[in-house]
């Protein structure tokens, strides 16, 4: 694996991130809202590969925290008046806080512990949204999120607006993601997922740094499910349970390439934006997620993204691997 | 004054007596080798010097201080070990392995030298899953290094390695101690140990047997008996 | 209040059990592959989906799920061949994904031919059975017998046969049972059948009292997980136990705390019981890969 220069990397995600916003401003309502649902799921996706992908630490409690977050919204600015702007890092200071408290119980198990743990306090997360109604709406859902407010001058269409909001956390996301997979920190978690006792033997510190990653991974999720609440205005359990959005993100980032971080935004593009955009049902949906996470943990565990790098190196000579 | 001072070091597994009661001077700068034979204690040793196993009794004492600490204080007061089977991050190019390893050097300068002292120069984007034997050994000793201990404790390094690679190898580990690291070395191949020590230890059943040059050692009936003898005996079946 | 207490513990007991059934089919194919099958959530409820549909076509209940228990012993086969056996070398993260995967595969062709609607079983057996403290219905009894009968036969076959010798070689140590030249796909195959069978019992007894749907395997599999961490993973003793003690709870969590809070109380113990002891309640030494 060849590390591209890092401002190299921000430059193609600009780009990238230039041309999905030019989109979106003459793309139909309804293309848009898939591009927003799509961002909010690659969101999703990076910040969850961070600590799959770059630690090895399998998590199925960040469907909750994705639900967390979004009703911490949902509370603040309907409940207490908050503007989207002061609620949005509340969230995310609030998620990363539980993050960092369920990594702190999480970590003190290993391997299949680990991820029964994190699937129970996932449980654990999706129950209590359901049996809180005063705080959460209960079964029926919380109604009448505010969305954010729009600046006057930026005169485009509400959902335009706000595939652009979401554009735009995807973006700063992946550079964040980008610095910290690139910091001391994210050199130690790698440690940590190839070689446990060996990363000891070296002396690295092993439970900042996977406390760390946990921790980023809970603040983004957090993050995305504020936003998600407040564009969505209104938001039920059944957004954030284990085997949906829990099982959906393990899929998004395998199938589109762990440890890698333009994998993850990948998969989403594909796994979600294309089935909602060709309005596929969600059985079939979900039952292709399925096969397609199975065929790659199988075949390519690597993920699109090895396959891609890999044809790319080949078409281009093959010149860079010695 | 000795560098590591083991003094009544003792490990218990359950009712298993693995080392009972050993105590062991290693002078600072010195190439000091450990043998004896399977079920010995040599690789329990080697993880309670370096912290990977609490000592049921005994301590240990490095540069003055007295320990045992665990495993993260050992390796920053610059107690470094290798393993058995060699550790390196397998899924990771050699290149991303040292910078793991140099992540809280002070000296980033460091990584050349590294590989320049374990002839690593030809492979560094490789990934070290795909490594020759023998230089993923050495690798794995890379990594150690990277953390300018002032103990490195090798286990079993020369396993598995051709006459050839044994030889290289002798010669890395005298130019590391040339370089002011002090080495405690745990082998089986005797002849490769008693060439590159200068003072050897011979544990048998969880205790001290002997301990001497190699010189002394080779002469020591004692230890004929015990070790050698009963690897003569083992070659033979 | 207290005088509902016997009739709370056989309610509990009889849940447990249930529990106990899913739970032993699980800590089977972990205990001896080191699969994290979550899969078998689906094994009970297409256990329970053949027996319906049997049952519909006119069989006779118990005939029906001797059919459906066959079934799914064949398909645990099929699943493992198809989802850890070309990953069988692969790291344990890779093992739990593939599982995950196969779970929602089979939870999503059960939707595409059953739809989401709940069904009932017609009940084979509608006594019941009354007592001055407490009552319970025969298919209860039914339930908590299998348990001890499926314990039995799975002791049996570990302890009295030559292909439980293998299967009991296999979870000490593989590469030592490969080397003494025992048959890996005849001990993968068998030890997935068991525990299938096991699953699909489960979810046959259980449609015939509760509705059934494609998702009804879900939390019983993460209780059954609970269980194993109570247990012990591995243990079949640690299954039976821990089953018993996780029904009890729940019906006692349900009846004197708030019946809102049965699953959260399964799933605060899970996370209690791993924070005291991160290897389980009577875990052996950590199994890791």
Known sequence: ??????????????????????????????????????????????????????????????????????????????????????????????????????????????????????????????????????????????????????????????????????????????????????????????????????????????????????????????????????????????????????????????????????????????????????????????????VLLLIFIIFAPQGIASLISRTARRIGGGGREP | MSLLQIRDIEARFGGVVALGGVSLDVPEGMIFGLIGPNGAGKTTLINMVSGLIAPTAGHIVFDGACGPWPIAQTVRRGIVRTFQQTRAFLGLSVRENLRIATVHSPDPGSIDELIEACNLGDVLDRTARDLPYATLRHLGIALALALKPRLLLLDEPAVGLTAGEVERLGALVRRWNAAGITVLLVEHNVRFLMDVSQRVAVLDRGRLLFEGTPEQCQAEQKVIDVYLGRRAADADD | MLELLPQQLVNGLALGSTYALVALGLTLIFGVLLIPNFAHGEFYMLGAFITYALVAAGLNFWLAMLVSVVCIMAMGGLVDRLVFRPIETAPALSLMISALAASIILQQVATMIWGTEPRTIPAPLTGVIRTPFFAVTQLQLVVMASVAAAFGAVWLVLNRSRLGLAIRATAQNRDAAMLMGISMPQVRFATFAMGAALGAIAGALLGATFPIYPSMGVNPVLKAFVVLVLGGIGSLWGAIFGGLVLGVAEVLVAGYIASELQDIGAFAILVLVLLVRPQGLFGRAQVER
Not at chain 1, 114 to 140: D, E, K, M
Not at chain 1, 255 to 281: D, Q, S
């Open chain 1, 1 to 290: 694996m060849i590390a591209m220069p890092l401002h190299k990397s921000v430059a193609i995600a600009a780009i990238a991130f230039a041309l999905a916003a030019a989109s979106t401003l003459t793309l139909n309502d309804y293309f848009v809202y898939v591009v927003t649902i799509g961002a909010i799921f690659a969101t999703l996706a990076v910040a969850f590969d961070v600590l799959l992908g770059f630690t090895g630490y399998l998590s199925l409690a960040h469907g909750a925290l994705y639900g967390l977050g979004a009703y911490a919204c949902a509370l603040l600015t309907s409940r207490y008046g908050l503007s989207f702007w002061v609620a949005l890092p509340l969230c995310g200071a609030l998620t990363g806080a539980a993050g960092a408290l369920i990594a702190l119980l999480a970590f003190r198990t290993r391997g299949l512990y680990f991820a029964v743990l994190t699937l129970g306090i996932g449980l654990i997360g999706h129950q209590l949204f359901l049996v809180l109604p005063n705080l959460t709406g209960g079964v029926g859902g919380f109604v009448g999120i505010p969305g954010p407010e729009q600046p006057g001058w930026l005169a485009v269409r509400a959902t335009t607006y706000y595939a652009l909001l979401a554009l735009t956390l995807l973006l700063v996301t992946f550079i964040c993601a980008l610095l910290f997979v690139r910091s001391r920190l994210g050199a130690e978690c790698l440690a940590v997922r190839e070689d446990l006792t060996l990363a000891q033997a070296l002396g690295i510190r092993v439970s900042s740094a996977r406390l760390a990653a946990f921790t980023f991974s809970a603040v983004f999720a957090g993050l995305a499910g504020a936003l998600f609440a407040s564009i969505s205005s209104f938001i039920a359990p059944e957004s954030f349970t284990v085997l949906g959005t829990g099982f959906q993100l393990v899929a998004l980032v395998v199938v589109g390439g762990m440890g890698t971080l333009w994998g993850p935004i990948l998969g989403a593009a594909l796994l979600t934006a294309l089935p909602e955009g060709l309005r596929v049902a969600a059985t079939l949906s979900l039952l292709a997620y399925g």
